[in-house]
């Protein structure tokens, strides 16, 4: 054997000091699960331990090889942890100051040259660097690694041995859990990290660059508008992942949506709508602009979007939303919410930072804010974590009211109980977001002297073992709830649309139409306006529908 555990252990003593400062400074490039942890309850002496082991372990491999004789290795391996260091800093400095760590968010706001944000950006800097807040934390950070390596300089062979191999061996059973854990596996180390964010901030860069350069030269688009719009506020709540038979408002056996069902005589509850695509950046691309899957089915950047349509009828526009801005594939969410006079990202900013997600009751809030403010017109999209994957990470622990006990096999004999925990899971995510939606139909209650329209759909659906033995995103798989509420004021004051909207319940509907529903309702004229896809018209015919670029048949999804 080339290697011997005596003469490992003797050069990592030798080297202690730096194995010590290592694997503080490695523990910076997980500040992020610190952070979170502390909020959520987490024991902090046990992630402590846990994290510091791990560090550990990856700090003795470069101590160990900086401790060779050979130079060439010596070189390679200074440089390894210079990058380490440098990677581990900046993600502590990032996280402390913005809330997400070395992230394709990052690289996208740093490219993002001559936007509003960098300003913002530099603003926090200068301010965060002096607050005492991070001179407390850099201050007790650095006094502790300083105690740690002094204390190493001082320690024998046989203390270093008693100390380093038990941490080791914590470490590497950490590591080995950590690697197979699906939401933590990139904080294990900073190199995963980074790996695993390569691929999302190339895609990301390569959006922006899109984007931007199609989003200029636009104007023309507009020129044909006509009309003020006659709603004072539209809200706009975009759901996500909320299938239509998951909700007891639309059918389905488990209570999932009291509080809507309480409303039912309020709201107007849509029973034949469908999204365009599975996906959120696909659908999304649909329904916020004027391309469809029949007439205009160019680029969908080619097309107005109802942003900055309604923008050119004098609202002011939010852009409030629970999800990343910066998407893993064609964020299109970034190129809406520039558009808007205000975006707000309430939660996460970047998919990589899921630890720091956000609950949807993050919306609230901002809502009320919004609708406070004085603009006699506004244009409010809000976008919901709604059912996103990882569903039982979307709900607080007042929420887990169902589980796989409540989950009845009905025919499905492949339905383990860990699946139909998941369902229940599921279930839990659609129950809580029937409080938001409820509870943001309250908050614009407080507003009724103005017209108000609250629309709310969810981009797609999500199948649930419901036919078969598959859970998740998939093809076709698009039938979604769609419910409206109109503000009393809208009701007296706009009779016969609100009329329009209650007799089109059974109507066969496709989300991509939303732009000429909004225009037609607003009484707004516009070239691009087509009456026959505005389903409250008198001339709406919609010959087909589509799902993921196939033809969409009823009861697909059944
Ligand atoms: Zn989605």
Redesign the pocket.
């Given at each position: 054997m080339g290697i011997n555990i005596g003469t490992i252990i003797d050069r990592l003593h030798k080297e202690r000091m730096l194995l010590a400062i290592l694997t503080m400074v490695g523990l910076l490039g997980a500040v992020d699960v610190f952070c979170n942890s502390v909020e959520k309850g987490d024991n902090i002496i046990l992630l402590s331990i846990k994290w510091f082991s791990i560090s550990f372990l990856f700090a003795s491999i470069l101590s160990y090889l900086m401790g060779t004789e050979k130079k060439p290795i010596k070189w390679i391996t200074s440089s390894i942890i210079a990058l380490y260091g440098l990677l581990c800093i900046a993600n502590a400095v990032s996280f402390l100051f913005w809330g997400f760590g070395v992230s394709c968010r990052m690289f996208t706001i740093i490219m993002e040259t001559n936007s509003r944000e960098v300003g913002e950006f530099i603003n926090y800097t200068i301010g965060n660097f002096t607050s005492t807040d991070f001179l407390l934390r850099f201050g007790v950070f650095a006094l502790i690694t300083a105690a740690i390596t002094l204390g190493c300089k001082k320690m024998g062979g046989k203390a270093f041995l008693l100390t380093s191999l038990p941490i080791a061996f914590i470490g590497l059973i950490s590591t080995f859990i950590q690697l197979q854990s699906t939401t933590e596996k990139k904080n294990a180390n900073i190199f995963i990290r980074c790996a695993l964010d390569l691929p999302r901030t190339l895609n990301s860069m390569q959006d922006y660059n899109t984007t931007q350069q199609l989003s200029c030269g636009q104007e023309n688009l507009y020129e044909t508008l006509q009309g003020n719009g006659d709603i004072d506020n539209i809200i706009i709540v975009i759901g996500?992942?909320a299938s239509r038979k998951h909700h007891s408002i639309y059918g389905y056996q488990l209570p999932t949506t009291p509080l809507l069902e309480k409303k039912k005589n309020e709201i107007i509850v849509f029973n034949d709508v469908t999204a365009t695509y599975s996906?959120?950046s696909e659908?999304m691309k649909m329904f916020m602009t004027y391309k469809n899957s029949i007439t205009n089915k160019d680029d969908w950047f080619k097309y107005p979007n109802i942003l900055t349509i309604f923008s050119k009828l004098g609202y002011k526009t939010y852009w409030i939303s629970n999800q990343e801005k910066n998407g893993f594939i064609g964020g299109c969410e970034s190129f809406f919410s520039d558009k808007c006079d205000t975006s707000k990202f309430v939660g996460m900013l970047f998919t990589g930072d899921n630890l720091q997600e956000k609950y949807d009751d993050a919306l609230l809030p901002e809502l009320s804010n919004a609708m406070k403010e004085d603009n006699p017109k506004k244009l409010i999209i809000l976008h919901m974590m709604g059912s996103?994957g990882e569903y039982y990470r979307r709900y607080p622990k007042e929420f887990a009211h169902f589980t796989d006990e409540n989950i009845e096999e009905a025919g499905r004999s492949f339905l383990t109980k860990k699946k139909k925990q998941l369902i229940s899971e599921y279930d839990n995510s659609i129950l809580y977001s029937d409080m938001i939606i409820s509870n943001m139909i309250d908050t614009l209650k407080k507003f009724e002297e103005k017209k108000s329209l609250f629309v709310y759909f969810s981009?797609?659906g999500e199948e649930m073992y419901d036919v078969r033995d598959f859970a998740g995103h998939s093809k076709g798989y698009v039938d979604i709830p769609f419910i409206i509420w109109a503000s009393d004021t809208l009701q007296k004051q706009m009779p016969d649309k609100y009329k329009a909207m209650s007799e089109s319940t059974e109507k066969p509907i496709s989300i991509e139409n939303l732009p000429d529903f909004l225009l037609g309702i607003s009484n707004v004229q516009y070239k691009y306006y087509d009456s026959t896809f505005d389903f409250t018209s008198p001339n709406y015919k919609l010959e087909e529908r589509y799902a993921d670029d196939k033809p969409y048949h009823k009861g697909q999804c059944e």
């Open positions: 996500e992942s996906t959120t659908s996103h981009d797609h």
